[in-house]
């Protein structure tokens, strides 16, 4: 049977991914024992979870030497052994991230270091994987059964590419790492291709049932023929054990972008998509994913920051998937999970303007249900918003605001809210309102 794009991109999207609008990210691994990336202004330039191309290997600005000083000869590859795990908790992971408000949660069960976190069948990955080396457990079983108790849907990061493996046009050398790593640790590209992409895809499918598969890398390099994605999309959508729910991104080849996918995906808004297509954005608390010691507090978002970002994002007709950094030991630094519980507490009072929502591309920052349209709203004083002629004409003046009792008033062109609204600000301390419009009136 000849698949056509034609046939997968007419499939319908789940509900739930349209619906669910706020997940959580998490960038873990080898990379998390170094936790070191200098910090600066340029786009993707302060990922710590690329120490091994970026720091230690080939690729980008990493003429400090820091590993050599720091590690002297030592091979990323011995940062597997380091990667211990030891106060992982997955219980506690899986509650911070229900009290962040978050519908669903991405696990990177491989990354471009081609390490992964679960027991692997893959001959090719023995002695590179959680269960054998560093923590000697599945990292990816543990955490999928404690998300799915507190009924929070679990997907799967996978990178297309390995480092050792995949060559690539984006260096100098043809590879993000040095040659002698190549050489000791790498595959050919067609091995890898055949026996540990094409193989692991459908693993992580059959063994773990994610909700939700990121693909990452493809898109540098690697041609649709090479990844084999039509073949494995449509066993997914039609013969794998999660076909009536499991979503996939943009990002198993090269040219896939944009084009094909049930969801598009976007990095710390790297591109911006003109057509109504659902899209996920992600990005870091920070300015990396994987857990850097380098961030200060003023690389962090605030938590008004971070949801300023969701609402914008969900408004446009995406989804928001923000990351957290554990560290090695498997705690997850104190700053993120304040941000993440400050997020949590707004969504209990206006979680309704965000999930089960559609974007209302009538305004700009409004959503929509079949009962009501929401609009976030910036103060320009502590309790007094000035409401644009348009904006006016179409709310009218019967509205009401989220999380406020007894509410608020039009007037003279303002919105006035009411003395308790003092006390929202006191306690919940955020710079936006929602205001909510009944349709029917």
């Known amino acids: 049977m000849k698949i056509s794009w034609d046939y997968l991109d007419n499939r319908y999207l789940p509900d739930w991914y349209a619906n669910a609008k706020f997940g959580i990210f998490i960038h873990w691994g080898p990379y998390s024992v170094p936790s070191y990336k200098i910090v600066v202004d340029k786009q993707f330039g302060s990922y710590a979870e690329w120490y091994y191309a970026t720091v230690y290997g080939n690729y980008g600005d990493n003429k400090d030497s820091f590993h050599k000083k720091v590690y002297g000869n030592k091979e990323y590859r011995e940062f597997g052994y380091d990667f211990k795990a030891e106060l992982f908790d997955p219980d506690s992971f899986a509650e911070i991230i229900k009290n962040s408000g978050a519908r669903y949660a991405v696990l990177t069960s491989k990354h471009h270091d081609g390490f992964c976190l679960w027991k692997t069948d893959n001959v090719h990955k023995v002695n590179w994987n959680s269960a054998d080396i560093g923590p000697h457990r599945d990292l990816v079983k543990e955490l999928s059964e404690s998300i799915r108790k507190k009924g929070i849907k679990f997907g799967l990061y996978y990178s297309i590419i390995d480092w050792e493996s995949v060559p690539s046009h984006r260096c100098d050398g043809r590879y993000f790492i040095p040659m002698k790593d190549v050489k000791k640790y790498g595959l050919s590209k067609e091995v890898y291709l055949k026996e540990v992409l094409q193989k692991q895809l459908y693993e992580i499918v059959n063994k773990f049932k994610p909700s939700l598969i990121f693909a990452d890398g493809g898109e540098w390099d690697l041609t649709e023929d090479e ?215």
Not at 262 to 270: A, H
Not at 398 to 426: F, M, P
């Open 227 to 441: 990844v084999k994605v039509k073949e494995f999309l449509y066993w997914l959508y039609n013969k794998s054990p999660v076909k009536d729910e499991v979503v996939v991104n943009d990002r198993f080849y090269k040219g896939m972008e944009g084009k094909h996918g049930d969801y598009y995906s976007t990095e710390y808004n790297d591109k911006v998509l003109e057509e109504h297509h659902i899209f996920e954005e992600s990005r870091g608390i920070g300015k990396s994913y994987g857990y850097n010691r380098l961030e200060k507090l003023e690389d962090y978002l605030t938590s008004q920051e971070i949801i300023k970002k969701l609402y914008k994002t969900v408004s446009k007709g995406g989804n928001f998937l923000l990351n957290i950094g554990p560290r090695a030991d498997g705690q997850i630094p104190t700053l993120q999970v304040e941000r993440l519980k400050e997020v949590g507490r707004w969504l209990e009072f206006c979680g309704e303007a965000i999930f089960n929502t559609r974007a209302n591309f009538k305004f700009i920052n409004s959503t929509t249900n079949e009962k009501f349209n929401y609009y976030f709203i910036n103060p320009q004083k502590e309790n007094e918003f000035k409401i644009e002629n348009k904006f006016l004409k179409e709310i009218g003046k019967n509205v009401d605001v989220l999380g406020v009792e007894n509410n608020c008033k039009i007037s003279d062109g303002k919105l006035l809210i009411n003395n308790k609204y003092e006390y929202y600000n006191q306690i919940i301390n955020y710079d936006v309102i929602v205001l909510r419009k009944n349709k029917k009136e």
